[in-house]
């Protein structure tokens, strides 16, 4: 079975030999009508198609540059800077200590703000308290001699 191999190449090579000469005489011919009536190279089809399928390659390929150069890719530098952000707040007032998040301004500092709950004047820039009992809680930092504290734990808020 493996001897059969390298014999069917030789037949097909064989065969391949046989049929340039005819082939060639083939396209001779051919390039000698074409010679006589350009039109006939039009009416070969398989000149058609290639060109055919060439030019929709080329195409393609030029539609794939225009849309390359149309949208190029946002460099970092290029991004809309944010004009706003998010600012959370904490209701001051003992009885409520809502928590909400408000979005203004960047740099926003227009505190007291007036509460959603409680509807006083009385939302102030929230900090998280990171101590145990807190566990990141939005608290309403109190000022004290020793800086800002937590009005829950009264641990020092950094
Ligand atoms: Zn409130
Ligand atoms: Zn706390």
């Known amino acids: 079975m493996a001897q059969e191999h390298p014999n069917r190449l030789a037949e097909w090579l064989t065969l391949l030999r046989k049929n ?3 082939v060639r005489e083939h396209f001779l ?5 074409v010679r006589e009536e350009p039109r006939l190279a039009w009416e070969t089809p398989a000149l058609r198609y290639g060109v055919y399928g060439l030019s929709g390659i080329i195409l ?24 706003t952000a998010d600012f959370h707040v904490v209701c ?17 500092d227009d505190f007291p703000v007036l509460c959603p ?10 900090r998280r308290c990171n101590s ?7 608290v309403a930092p109190q000022s004290t001699a020793e800086g800002m ?3 829950v734990c009264g641990s020092r808020l950094e």
């Open 29 to 33: 011919d051919w390039v000698e009508a």
């Open 92 to 108: 001051a007032n003992p009885d409520c200590s809502h928590h909400f998040v408000i979005h203004r301004e960047f740099g926003f």
């Open 117 to 126: 709950e409680c509807k006083r004047e009385s939302g102030v820039a929230a």
């Open 149 to 151: 504290v937590c009005p």
């Open 20 to 22: 340039i000469p005819v």
């Open 132 to 138: 145990a009992t807190c566990a990141g809680r939005w």
């Open 60 to 83: 393609l390929w030029v539609a794939a540059g225009v849309v390359r150069l149309a949208v190029p890719p946002l460099p970092a530098s290029a991004k809309p800077q944010a004009t």
